[in-house]
Antibody, heavy 121, light 106 residues
Framework: EVKLVESGGGLVQPGRSLRLSCTGSGFIFGDYAIYWVRQAPGKGLEWVGFIRSQAYGGTTEYAASVKGNFSISRNDSKRIAYLQMNSLKTEDTAVYFC????????????WGQGTLVTVSP | SYELTQPSSVSVSPGQTARITCSGDVVAKRYTQWFQQKPGQAPVLVIYKDSERPSGIPERFSGSSSGTTVTLTISGAQVEDEADYYCYSAALNNVLFGGGTKLTVL
């Protein structure tokens, strides 16, 4: 069974950092791109960024709203992708989901349940 | 324009056909996915590559594409289909979600 599990969310003060993890199981983790998507309270889905598989260079892309402050990395041997969030702002408050891309159904065929990040003084 | 535009809401009675559109220049060039999201839950892929249905998704869900508009159709909508629906498309180094459509079935 394919599973993605996010962890690492919580309450953090503005300007601080937080690292989220996305752990995969039930599939060959290294074969897939991993996407991070967030959803602010009562709002729609917003793409944060993604990391390609090593077969495609393991390179990253980011939304303009987070570029320079957020970074994504992966450790395929541990089956984990990370979202490092620096200089957090109150507007980064959201549920953060990870999902995979590049499978037979394209992007977003399986999602984690999300982890809540609250940025507040 | 590099954005995806959806109606904010669609309402149908049970058994009727619901159609949700998604418009943008990118959909004419790239495949579109559709996601269903119910309150407090993660999104679920209901249509991929414009018109394909993943295994386990009911046949009443279908997708089509014409020019710069893609359409998610739910034929004979059920009460359990009430949810938010998002279209999605990706270019080489950028990803877009539509703003989402709240489907009400009552």
């Amino acid at each position: 069974e394919v599973k993605l599990v996010e962890s690492g969310g919580g309450l953090v003060q503005p300007g601080r950092s937080l690292r989220l993890s996305c752990t995969g199981s039930g599939f060959i983790f290294g074969d897939y791109a991993i996407y991070w998507v967030r959803q602010a309270p009562g709002k729609g889905l917003e793409w944060v960024g993604f990391i390609r598989s090593q077969a495609y260079g393991g390179t990253t892309e980011y939304a303009a709203s987070v570029k320079g402050n957020f970074s994504i990395s992966r450790n395929d041997s541990k089956r984990i992708a990370y979202l490092q969030m620096n200089s957090l702002k109150t507007e980064d408050t959201a549920v953060y989901f990870c999902t995979r891309g590049g499978g037979d159904y394209g992007d977003g065929d399986f999602w984690g349940q999300g982890t809540l990040v609250t940025v507040s003084p | 324009s590099y954005e995806l535009t959806q109606p904010s809401s669609v309402s149908v009675s049970p058994g009727q056909t619901a159609r949700i559109t998604c418009s943008g220049d990118v959909v004419a060039k790239r495949y579109t996915q559709w996601f269903q999201q119910k309150p407090g839950q993660a999104p679920v892929l209901v249509i991929y590559k414009d018109s394909e249905r993943p295994s386990g998704i009911p046949e009443r869900f279908s997708g089509s594409s014409s020019g710069t508009t893609v359409t998610l159709t739910i034929s004979g909508a059920q009460v359990e289909d009430e949810a938010d629906y998002y279209c999605y498309s990706a270019a080489l180094n950028n990803v877009l979600f539509g703003g989402g459509t709240k489907l009400t079935v009552l």
